[in-house]
């Protein structure tokens, strides 16, 4: 029991150091929102006045939250690793507390990004009209949920990288195709105006997907983290 509350402290406490260096810096939030809405900019121009269909914005805007993510959630242990702080956390903390409170922090900056990134879009690009909004935001909050998780074990593998940032997209996008194909379905259905209860099995894939990465990543951080 003693051991079990020492590892919620420490998690704890690594959260909550993440989220003071980054709003200390500002790194993270500051490169994503430009990114965000240069993209958004980019293709805002590119639309024109065409008509686009909406299975087309739908994977339009997963794009945008795919590489926003893939710019952002990278650093989480590239950080360390300039800091010098990974021997640190390895001698003090146990490998499971880094993960966990390493997962809390990328999924805390995904859901700020992705709300975002959803309500500029339907602001930004007119013809993206989501008739059916618990759908829409549903499939936001679990993808952001998967995309973080993905993220955060492979940002551990290619911490030590000397090609971090292309190394990184590369390794992410096929485990992340399953999880893209299936938000973008989502979100098509949102826009169509299906009901909620057609989504199911959708938010099952994402729920799914979300348990099993995180499950195996549990399993293997120590061993990536120590390598």
């Not at 169509?192 to 099993?212: C, M, N, P, R």
Request: aromatic share 12%; with cysteine; hydrophobic share 55%.
């Amino acid at each position: 029991m003693t051991s079990m509350k020492r590892s919620i402290t420490t998690t704890y406490y690594l959260v909550e150091k993440e989220i003071l260096s980054e709003f200390r810096t500002r790194y993270a939030l500051n490169a994503l929102m430009m990114f965000v809405v240069t993209t958004l900019s980019i293709i805002l121009f590119s639309l024109g006045g065409e008509t686009v269909p909406a299975d087309v914005l739908s994977g339009l805007l997963w794009i945008v939250i795919f590489f926003s993510a893939m710019s952002g959630l990278s650093r989480s242990f590239v950080a360390e690793e300039e800091r010098g702080t990974v021997m640190t956390l390895q001698l003090m903390t146990h490998s499971t507390s880094v993960f966990v409170g390493k997962l809390i922090y990328n999924c805390l900056l995904a859901l700020a990004l992705n709300i975002f990134i959803g309500l500029a879009y339907q602001v930004v690009v007119a013809d993206f009209v989501v008739r059916t909004q618990s759908i829409f935001w549903t499939a936001i909050i679990l993808g952001s949920i998967g995309l973080a998780s993905a993220s955060t074990i492979l940002a551990a593998i290619i911490a030590k990288a000397n090609t971090k940032g292309t190394l990184f997209p590369v390794l992410a996008f096929p485990i992340l195709l399953p999880l893209l194909l299936t938000a973008i379905n989502a979100t098509k259905m949102a826009a169509d105006g299906a009901y909620f209860g057609e989504s199911v099995k959708e938010f099952q894939i994402l729920v799914s997907f979300s348990v099993v990465i995180i499950t195996l990543s549990l399993l293997l951080f120590e061993h990536v983290w120590k390598d």
